[in-house]
């Protein structure tokens, strides 16, 4: 490993090296832990959770693209209390970041899972305002600033002393402004982006290829989308940005942290090699090393516009 200080840090909790695992790519560790010790990474952002179980979607939900994945998996999930009682603890094994995702339907049900995952102990709240609010007719939370600050309001009021990472979504026409909200708001981090919607149909069949007809688009064809969403909230806010979409190596992450992003998340990447996370960490720190920087956190922000 190049001599470079990895450390970085989100909001007062330091990771070990810039690299965290995205929500919904990773489960909550254990069938990756089977290949290495999960704390050779800076931080594990667990699947995304909701207040009761979830079932999820109908199959088929997930299909390949050319340049990535199509999934439309509805948050299945054991729900808050299960994650607390039986994930948790086996996380808390290793020496590594953990970090609840999490989606509600409400604030009320933001609030009351922040205040549970604060009492037992996470590292980090990311809360997903991805989801359809309720009482707004089914508008995603991300969609509009006086939304996204509700739910972030309300998450700040009922995380303690825990960091509450607000994560974007980009099938926004300005997410620099929901971010400027969010931040007013209270969120201590951003991450973004979460996945773009898109569809593919079979012509033969002339169905869509998931059940739900649309879903989430990520993997490689997004990087170039995430790379100018982290460019253009990093110059409108101030907070720290969390960096991910179509990160498979470590010039992808190295091209998120220039734009801004102090930390970058794999997601994608690891379907396809489980140790893609642990490559994309060596491969930065090489990249920094051959740059003669002393520490990975002096990427954050240097680009050069022209």
Request: with cysteine; proline share 7%; charged share 20%.
């Amino acid at each position: 490993m190049p001599d470079v200080n990895l450390a970085v840090n989100l909001a007062g909790v330091t990771l070990k090296n810039p690299i965290v695992v995205a929500s919904g790519t990773f489960g909550f560790g254990r069938e990756y832990s089977r290949f290495y010790d999960l704390g050779e990474l800076g931080g594990i952002c667990a699947k995304g959770l909701t207040l009761h179980p979830r079932e999820g979607n109908p199959a088929p939900r997930i299909a390949e693209t050319p340049m990535g994945i199509l999934n439309s998996v509805g948050l299945q999930n054991p729900g808050v209390d299960a994650f607390i009682r039986e994930e948790l603890p086996f996380l808390r094994q290793f020496d590594v970041k953990v970090i609840a995702n999490i989606s509600g339907n409400t604030p009320e049900e933001y609030g009351v899972m922040c205040e549970m995952l604060a009492d037992a102990g996470v590292d980090l709240i990311e809360v997903n305002i991805s989801c359809p609010n309720v009482k707004a007719g089914g508008l995603a939370y991300g969609t509009r600033p006086e939304l996204a600050a509700e739910v972030t309001e309300t998450a700040k009021a009922h995380a303690g002393n825990v960091p509450v990472m607000v994560k974007l979504s980009p099938n926004v026409t300005d997410i620099a402004q929901i971010a400027k909200a969010a931040e007013a708001a209270g969120a201590d981090v951003l991450s973004l982006i979460n996945t773009l919607r898109g569809m593919r149909i079979d012509t033969k069949t002339r169905r869509p290829v998931l059940k739900m007809n649309t879903g989430g688009l990520s993997g490689p064809a997004v990087l170039p989308v995430a790379v100018r969403m982290v460019w253009e909230v990093a110059q409108a806010v101030r907070v720290p940005i969390l960096g991910m979409g179509g990160v498979s190596k470590g010039e992808d992450a190295a091209q998120l942290m220039l734009a801004g992003a102090s930390a970058v998340a794999v997601g994608t990447a690891c379907f396809a090699d489980p140790f893609a996370p642990l490559k994309v960490r060596d491969e930065l720190a090489a990249l920094a090393a051959e740059q003669k920087l002393s520490a990975i956190s002096q990427l954050t922000g240097e680009v050069k516009p022209w």
